[in-house]
């Protein structure tokens, strides 16, 4: 069975661009969460999505969105990226609500 | 409420030794807590995880204790190795709040031959 599949493995933008990260799940998993990970900050919830529909949303400014197609695939779009948005963004997948989730490998994007 | 304190930041064990790292939360809806093994240039790895109904679980050499009273759940690994070097992270999450997972800060550990 394959595992959580995100690319681009690696992205390097510049101050000022947008990005958009992609997300296959597990087959058969129907929720998907994105996650910010840096060393000061750690691993931070940006959001989830099941069914379609975002369900819960951390504390990040509105540059940051996300969207999930109905074969359960989701990307996540930030725009007008700025430096401390450098991170390995990761997505996790999930069976349902509240069940085990498995990551990805993550996108490492660079902004300078 | 939602932090998720874990300690201590960095570890060293010896071969076979057992590696204990340990977690706090305040908020007492959390109902998931699951451990995660992350190495250089990979995601998180679920490695174990235990829900408020029960003090302990053992997989293999990995064993969570959970203790709902004190708000503290801890992870052990027994006979350590050096394959085991990596970072470990604790989180919490509630039902109310879907998979949203709050991360404890990580632990690294280094287990030496």
């Known amino acids: 069975k394959a595992g959580v599949t995100q690319t681009p493995r690696y992205l390097i933008k510049t101050r000022g661009q947008q990005v958009t990260l992609s997300c296959s799940p597990i087959?058969?998993?129907?929720?998907v969460s994105w996650y910010q990970q840096t060393p000061g900050q750690g691993l931070q919830f940006l959001f989830e999505y099941f069914s379609e529909t975002q369900r819960n949303k951390g504390n990040f400014p509105g540059r940051f969105s996300g969207r999930q197609f109905s074969n359960s695939r989701s990307e996540m779009n930030v725009s007008t990226l700025e430096l401390g948005d450098s991170a390995l963004y990761l997505c996790?997948?999930?069976?349902?609500?509240?069940?085990?989730?498995?990551f990805g490998q993550g996108t490492r994007l660079t902004v300078v | 409420q939602q932090q998720v304190k874990q300690s201590p930041q960095s570890l060293i064990v010896q071969k076979g030794g057992i590696s204990i790292i340990n977690c706090a939360y305040e908020?007492?809806?959390?109902?998931?807590f699951p451990w995660y093994q992350q190495f250089p240039g990979k995601g998180p790895a679920l490695l174990i995880a235990i829900r408020p109904d029960v003090s302990e679980k053992k997989e293999g050499r990995f064993t969570i204790s959970f203790n709902k009273s004190a708000k503290q759940f801890s992870l052990h690994i027994m006979d350590s190795q050096p394959g085991d070097s990596a970072t470990y992270f604790c989180a919490a999450s509630h039902g109310q709040a879907g998979t949203a997972l709050i991360f404890g800060k990580g632990t690294t550990l280094s287990v030496s031959s």
């Open positions: 908020n007492t809806a959390f109902d998931y």
């Open positions: 996790a997948s999930s069976f349902s609500l509240n069940t085990e989730a498995f």
């Open positions: 087959s058969g998993h129907r929720s």
